[in-house]
């Protein structure tokens, strides 16, 4: 099946204690991406990848780092998490970066850091 | 900058009527595509339907249909025959080219309510 899967799927942590979620697609796409999803403000992203080892950041990627070693792969890691980085995260991936394909998104990861 | 905009917070409709999800964005670009995602309890994001902006066809699946107009820079969602599996939130998505960043910019979501 055809899928972007992500684990964990919760997660609470402690401030400052360094976390990775991680993403994987079974589609063989180039493109991928993460977003976090705050109550009003829909969803807004970190990061993205055009492919393996090329990555950039998105709108909002303070305090977020990503590797891009394996096409499959694209891994969030939170150096030092803090509070405000309590969200619901989203990986998402696409055959190409075109504006015409579709992202397919993962099931979300629930991060709460005390 | 481009925008996404939906104004209403909430939505609740009985089991089997029509409801219509308002959308507008705001941008310069010429060619685009504009998405309807739903999130349901389960928080998983899964497309309802996209609509690219050089056809002037409204995109349709199933039940599901949009009122794309170009000019007022809106892109409503239909929903007929509504279900109880349609309750979500729905979120309004544009998709832009910045450099090689096509981007999805979002609005702030719509909680659909289908009451039996």
């Known amino acids: 099946e055809a899928q972007v899967t992500q684990n964990p799927r919760y997660l609470i942590t402690v401030t400052g204690k360094k976390l990775t979620v991680t993403c994987s697609q079974n589609m063989n796409h180039e493109y991928m991406s993460w977003y976090r999803q705050d109550p009003g403000l829909g969803l807004r992203q970190i990061y993205y990848?055009?492919?393996?080892?090329?990555?950039d950041k998105g709108d909002v990627p303070e305090g977020y780092k990503v590797s891009r070693k394996e096409k499959r792969n694209f891994p969030l890691i939170l150096e030092s998490p803090s509070p405000n980085q309590t969200s619901l995260y989203f990986c998402a991936s696409s055959p190409t970066r075109g504006y015409q394909e579709t992202q397919y998104f993962g099931p979300g990861t629930r991060l709460l850091v005390l | 900058a481009q925008t996404v905009t939906q104004s209403q917070p909430e939505m609740s409709v009985q089991e089997a009527e029509t409801v219509t999800l308002s959308c507008t964005y705001d941008?310069?670009?010429?060619?685009?595509?504009l998405f309807w995602y739903k999130q349901p309890p389960s928080r998983q994001m899964i497309l309802v339907i996209r609509q690219e902006a050089y056809k002037q066809q409204n995109a349709t699946e199933n039940r599901f249909s949009v009122n794309f107009q170009k000019a007022a820079k809106s892109f409503s969602l239909k929903i007929s025959d509504s279900q109880l599996g349609d309750t979500a939130m729905y979120f309004c998505?544009?998709?832009?080219?910045?450099?090689?960043?096509?981007?999805?910019?979002w609005g702030a979501g719509t909680k659909l309510i289908i009451k039996p």
């Open positions: 990848s055009m492919n393996v080892e090329v990555t």
């Open positions: 941008t310069s670009e010429n060619n685009y595509y």
């Open positions: 998505a544009f998709m832009k080219g910045l450099d090689s960043n096509y981007q999805l910019i």
